[in-house]
């Protein structure tokens, strides 16, 4: 009889937990769907691989598998207990038999048919998608609807394209980049199988004043020359709403100011930073006072910065 090594259709080792290979039928099956695959052994690839999927899926079946298989396959193999008394008498001959038979008799039903199609359990599809959210919604949590064409599996095997609308919930505490699994959120599985998970992956949009590094915000503060040389208190703007800011005499461009707490919120009800970057901004025109004031300055300072590169 014919051997197949299912093992190798569904492309996982024989150590594999029913999750992995639950995960590998579900990719495959979406993948070579007669429906929706342009692969022009698709047919024959769906039926392969919801035979092999049909047999590891199911404990007695494998095992009786994995003692098959242990077997030299240049002498044959011999069926598992039990298995010759489900046959007719004086049927005891495998020879050209496919192995999909042997498992279709020892588990009931025929593997790859129609009918077995149309009964076996199938798990829903995997849905993966991008939620682009804003910098407030991340600090403040948010619920999304989100609009997907997504393949759905009919009770005759076919698929069609339909529109469905996800209602997603954006925790606080989320980072850029980061992916969310919702389980059981995407395709209805059939025939009593699995629904299958929505994934996120999470995109913050471009802000106005803020860039974020995991849960700490980055903002550029402009300052005057008179504010940097003279010192004061500024007003920064936060999620939390704006603050105020010291800045100490002689403040240069390019200075890092820290404010505990004011970032985005993390997973453990806690905050990041937020780190206001000085720039210093000069007038691009001055009044004639102004300049007068500027000259008078440049006339009795002894400042100079670039006295190190003499």
């Given at each position: 009889m014919e051997?197949?090594d299912y093992?190798?259709?569904?492309g996982?080792?024989k150590?594999?937990t029913?999750?992995?290979?639950?995960?590998s039928?579900k990719?495959?099956?979406?993948?070579y769907?007669?429906d929706?695959?342009?692969?022009?052994?698709?047919e024959?690839k769906?039926?392969e691989i919801?035979?092999a999927?049909?047999t590891?899926?199911?404990?007695?079946?494998r095992?009786?598998y994995d003692?098959?298989?242990?077997q030299?396959?240049?002498r044959?193999?011999?069926?598992?207990?039990?298995?010759s008394n489900?046959q007719?008498?004086?049927s005891e001959s495998f020879?050209?038999?496919?192995?999909?038979?042997?498992f279709?008799?020892?588990?009931g039903?025929?593997a790859?048919t129609a009918?077995?199609?149309?009964?076996m359990?199938?798990p829903g599809?995997d849905?993966?998608?991008?939620?682009?959210?804003?910098?407030?919604e991340?600090f403040k949590?948010a619920?999304?609807?989100?609009?997907?064409?997504?393949?759905?599996?009919?009770?005759?095997g076919?698929v069609?394209n339909?529109?469905?609308?996800f209602k997603?919930?954006i925790?606080?505490g989320?980072t850029?980049k980061?992916?969310?699994?919702?389980?059981?959120?995407?395709?209805?599985?059939?025939?009593?199988?699995v629904?299958?998970?929505?994934y996120?992956?999470v995109?913050?949009k471009?802000?106005?004043?803020?860039t974020?590094?995991g849960?700490?915000?980055y903002?550029?503060?402009?300052i005057?020359?008179?504010?940097?040389?003279?010192?004061?208190s500024?007003e920064?703007?936060?999620?939390?709403?704006a603050?105020k800011?010291k800045?100490?005499?002689?403040?240069s461009?390019g200075?890092?100011l820290?404010?505990p707490?004011?970032?985005?919120?993390?997973?453990?009800s806690?905050?990041?930073?937020?780190?206001a970057?000085?720039q210093?901004?000069?007038?691009s025109?001055?009044?004639e006072?102004?300049?007068?004031?500027?000259?008078?300055l440049?006339e009795m300072?002894?400042f100079n910065p670039?006295?190190?590169l003499?």
């Amino acid at each position: 009889m014919e051997y197949k090594d299912y093992y190798k259709v569904l492309g996982v080792p024989k150590t594999a937990t029913i999750d992995e290979i639950k995960k590998s039928y579900k990719k495959l099956a979406h993948k070579y769907h007669p429906d929706i695959s342009k692969e022009k052994d698709a047919e024959a690839k769906f039926k392969e691989i919801g035979e092999a999927y049909s047999t590891l899926k199911d404990e007695e079946k494998r095992t009786a598998y994995d003692s098959l298989g242990n077997q030299s396959s240049s002498r044959g193999f011999q069926p598992p207990p039990g298995w010759s008394n489900n046959q007719n008498k004086g049927s005891e001959s495998f020879d050209g038999m496919d192995f999909s038979e042997l498992f279709a008799q020892f588990g009931g039903g025929a593997a790859g048919t129609a009918s077995h199609r149309r009964s076996m359990q199938r798990p829903g599809q995997d849905y993966e998608i991008t939620a682009d959210i804003s910098l407030e919604e991340v600090f403040k949590g948010a619920q999304l609807d989100i609009d997907l064409i997504v393949p759905e599996y009919l009770e005759n095997g076919s698929v069609q394209n339909s529109p469905r609308t996800f209602k997603v919930r954006i925790p606080k505490g989320v980072t850029d980049k980061q992916r969310l699994r919702l389980r059981g959120k995407g395709g209805k599985g059939l025939n009593g199988g699995v629904s299958g998970d929505l994934y996120l992956n999470v995109h913050f949009k471009p802000d106005t004043y803020f860039t974020a590094d995991g849960h700490d915000l980055y903002v550029a503060i402009p300052i005057t020359p008179w504010e940097a040389c003279l010192g004061g208190s500024i007003e920064v703007p936060t999620l939390h709403g704006a603050v105020k800011l010291k800045l100490s005499e002689g403040t240069s461009s390019g200075k890092k100011l820290r404010l505990p707490k004011k970032g985005l919120p993390d997973q453990n009800s806690g905050h990041g930073d937020l780190y206001a970057t000085i720039q210093i901004v000069v007038p691009s025109k001055l009044t004639e006072q102004e300049k007068k004031l500027m000259e008078d300055l440049a006339e009795m300072s002894g400042f100079n910065p670039r006295q190190h590169l003499s």
